[in-house]
């Protein structure tokens, strides 16, 4: 089905060659975005992607390595203490604790993650220790805590921010869980990059949904879920509603749709068209997918409008807003 597709694509772009204007829009959008696309880039998700990024950008100037990169560069985002979605500072689950995600992966497969993990700053660090020290991929709640003081991490002192804390007294007046689409328009962090010599590597960390079941797992440690990387074909990270994430298998899929020869801009958006047939309630479910290819070039698209973008690459730093199916 893929050879069919692909001979299909080739076919029409080659007798829009012959007959000028054919493919209208379509075929300047193709060349742009092959003009524009660059490496090394850093993609990274929400508004708290523009710090993330300079961080991660400076990084790989002075060291060259992506996966320092990209880990550093989301740390920032852990260490924001005006952030409510990312790191120790974030809003609680129902119980009133806060409960880390994180995971990290290279282009040749290597990756590691925590989830349900309490007490620790940097959970992207823990996942990368994981990744590079230990024969697994993903260790949970104690265990991940046990790890990290076995590593020489800081435990910090459970208790929730000043911020958090008024949300959850807030909460508990009714104690309801309803998400909110685009709450602060902020969101789990998810970050890509490739550098000049085309590797690639991505990392993801949240504190998962506000007043969520105590032990609930979102897509972010999910290998596949929340974020894949593959040297050989891009990278894709997810934020939104992470069970709508899972059902999909989101990131693995936009980079197995890019490997079939899609682009980072069709792949996002086969994707969510996908979610949305898996899950009832859509109008109250938001989702958003960022992905970039091997040769540079990237996309993004979201169930609801909302959802944008930091890019940063050699000579320019932007937020750009996502287009949505809704």
């Not at 929400?46 to 996966?67: C, F, P, Q, R």
């Not at 990169?69 to 979605?85: F, R």
């Not at 993903?138 to 958090?164: D, H, N, T, V, W």
Request: with cysteine; net charge negative; aromatic share 6%.
């Amino acid at each position: 089905m893929s050879d069919r597709r692909e001979f299909l694509k080739k076919s029409i772009l080659s007798s829009a060659l012959v007959i000028p204007g054919a493919l209208g829009t379509s075929l300047e959008g193709f060349a742009k975005t092959k003009k524009e696309a660059q490496k090394p880039l850093i993609l990274s998700t929400w508004n708290h992607g523009m710090a993330a990024n300079d961080k991660a950008w400076e990084v790989l100037e002075s060291t060259g390595n992506i996966v320092d990169a990209v880990e550093q560069g989301v740390k920032v985002t852990e260490s924001d203490l005006s952030n409510l979605s990312v790191g120790l500072q974030g809003l609680p689950d129902r119980e009133g604790i806060v409960t880390l995600d994180a995971s990290i992966m290279k282009g040749d497969g290597s990756c590691g993650s925590v989830c349900f993990v309490r007490q620790v700053k940097h959970p992207i660090t823990l996942a990368r220790k994981v990744m590079e020290d230990t024969p697994h991929v993903m260790l949970a709640g104690e265990g991940a805590r046990q790890f990290a003081i076995q590593e020489g991490f800081p435990i910090e002192k459970e208790e929730l921010s000043p911020k958090a804390a008024k949300a959850y007294e807030n909460w508990k007046v009714k104690s309801e869980y309803k998400p909110i689409i685009n709450i602060e328009n902020h969101d789990t962090i998810g970050m890509i990059g490739i550098d000049e010599n085309g590797n690639m590597a991505g990392s993801c960390t949240t504190s998962g949904l506000s007043y969520k079941m105590h032990g609930r797992v979102g897509d972010s440690p999910i290998i596949g879920a929340g974020l894949y990387v593959d040297n050989e074909v891009g990278a894709a990270t997810a934020t939104g509603l992470g069970e709508s994430i899972i059902k999909i298998c989101g990131s693995f899929l936009i980079v197995e749709l890019m490997r079939q020869g899609w682009s980072p801009q069709e792949a996002c958006e086969e994707a969510v068209k996908r979610l949305i047939s898996k899950n009832k309630g859509i109008e109250n479910i938001q989702a958003g997918f960022l992905a970039l290819n091997k040769d540079g070039e990237y996309g993004a698209y979201a169930v609801h409008p909302g959802f944008n973008f930091a890019r940063h690459q050699r000579g320019d730093q932007s937020l750009i807003d996502s287009k949505s199916k809704f």
